[in-house]
């Protein structure tokens, strides 16, 4: 009888239809909206001529392709983990691109991404040679996408993974290594400080890439679970528990609305850039966190 009941609570096949069916309606949407239209036309906005600002994306780039060169040669890494087949913790030390497999290097890779499109595209407009035409809308995505990524990290890494750490007397020194500082806190940082200089023209219909990107990294990681190493690196993905299919989406839907807010945040830079700059500042002062505090110790 115990095992009948083991059996019904198991929402696996609720949580993988729910992560397919969000998906395609997703798809359904790019198909038949103006989403495409609505970002090339948005996307010259983010286009300057300015040498401060090439600078400023030079060493954006520099700093965070380093932090990915660093990510291979810094050794194993410390990642605690959840079992596919029986949610049990296990701690793993992966090497080279078995750490890639964390939502925050994904943040790293699209903030990298970002700057090194906006480098060849600001050094194409200024050469004068023929642009390729998708490449500001990629820009502009990977812009969208990476900016909702990094807050939402640097948030969760705060609030939620470090005082679990804690909690549960795992070590949490290596969170504080230079790769870690990069994925946690510069990259909202440097997204951030990209947005008040440039001034992009940005849309709310674009956190659709928040949900696009949420929805990519969630069949992702069931796809390294099922097929690779057999692990969840988050247990809140495990597909088991009968709030599963809640957070699979949720975690897409967050990443939206932390979009929603940079949106938000946007909009009001476009008028009094003075208070954006305030709002900005203290937004950036309430998620990043650059040593242990005192109780995390």
Same mark, same amino acid.
């Given at each position: 009888?115990?095992?009948?009941?083991?059996?019904?609570?198991?929402?696996?096949?609720? @949580?993988?239809?729910?992560?397919? =069916?969000?998906?395609? #309606?997703? +798809?359904?949407?790019?198909?038949? $909206?103006? %989403?495409?239209? *609505?970002?090339?036309?948005?996307?010259?906005?983010?286009?300057?001529?300015?040498?401060?600002?090439?600078?400023?994306?030079?060493?954006?780039?520099?700093?965070?392709?380093?932090?990915?060169?660093?990510?291979?040669?810094?050794?194993?890494?410390?990642?605690?983990?959840?079992?596919?087949?029986?949610?049990?913790?296990?701690?793993?030390?992966?090497?080279?691109?078995?750490?890639?497999?964390?939502?925050?290097?994904? @943040?790293?890779?699209?903030?990298? =991404?970002?700057?090194? #499109?906006? +480098?060849?595209?600001?050094?194409? $407009?200024? %050469?004068?040679? *023929?642009?390729?035409?998708?490449?500001?809308?990629?820009?502009?995505?990977?812009?969208?996408?990476?900016?909702?990524?990094?807050?939402?990290?640097?948030?969760?890494?705060?609030?939620?993974?470090?005082?679990?750490?804690?909690?549960?007397?795992?070590?949490?020194?290596?969170?504080?290594?230079?790769?870690?500082?990069?994925?946690?806190?510069?990259?909202?940082?440097?997204?951030?400080?990209?947005?008040?200089?440039?001034?992009?023209?940005?849309?709310?219909?674009?956190?659709?890439?928040? +949900?696009?990107?949420?929805?990519?990294?969630?069949?992702?990681?069931?796809?390294?679970?099922?097929?690779?190493?057999?692990?969840?690196?988050?247990?809140?993905?495990?597909?088991?528990?009968?709030?599963?299919?809640?957070?699979?989406?949720?975690?897409?839907?967050?990443?939206?609305?932390?979009?929603?807010?940079?949106?938000?945040?946007?909009?009001?830079?476009?008028?009094?850039?003075?208070?954006?700059?305030?709002?900005?500042?203290?937004?950036?002062?309430?998620?990043?966190?650059?040593?242990?505090?005192?109780?995390?110790?």
């Amino acid at each position: 009888m115990g095992d009948v009941e083991s059996e019904d609570e198991d929402y696996t096949r609720v @949580t993988i239809s729910t992560i397919i =069916g969000v998906s395609i #309606l997703i +798809l359904l949407y790019l198909l038949f $909206s103006d %989403l495409t239209q *609505n970002v090339a036309e948005r996307a010259d906005s983010f286009s300057s001529s300015s040498w401060l600002t090439f600078l400023y994306r030079f060493v954006c780039f520099i700093v965070c392709g380093y932090a990915i060169v660093y990510m291979f040669r810094c050794g194993p890494g410390n990642m605690h983990v959840v079992n596919l087949k029986d949610n049990s913790d296990v701690l793993l030390h992966p090497l080279g691109k078995e750490k890639f497999v964390t939502f925050s290097s994904w @943040t790293l890779l699209a903030c990298t =991404g970002y700057f090194l #499109l906006s +480098l060849v595209s600001q050094i194409q $407009s200024s %050469l004068n040679f *023929n642009q390729t035409s998708w490449l500001p809308s990629l820009q502009t995505a990977l812009f969208c996408i990476g900016i909702s990524m990094a807050f939402q990290t640097a948030t969760v890494v705060r609030y939620i993974i470090l005082p679990n750490m804690v909690k549960n007397n795992n070590s949490h020194n290596h969170m504080f290594l230079y790769h870690e500082q990069i994925m946690h806190n510069f990259t909202a940082i440097f997204l951030m400080f990209e947005m008040l200089m440039v001034q992009p023209n940005l849309s709310p219909q674009f956190a659709l890439f928040g +949900l696009l990107i949420g929805i990519a990294y969630v069949a992702f990681a069931y796809a390294v679970a099922y097929f690779g190493g057999g692990y969840f690196v988050y247990s809140f993905l495990h597909p088991k528990p009968k709030i599963a299919p809640v957070f699979a989406v949720g975690l897409a839907s967050s990443i939206a609305v932390f979009y929603l807010g940079i949106w938000v945040l946007s909009s009001i830079n476009d008028s009094f850039i003075w208070l954006s700059v305030i709002i900005s500042t203290l937004w950036l002062a309430l998620i990043v966190q650059f040593r242990p505090s005192p109780n995390l110790s």
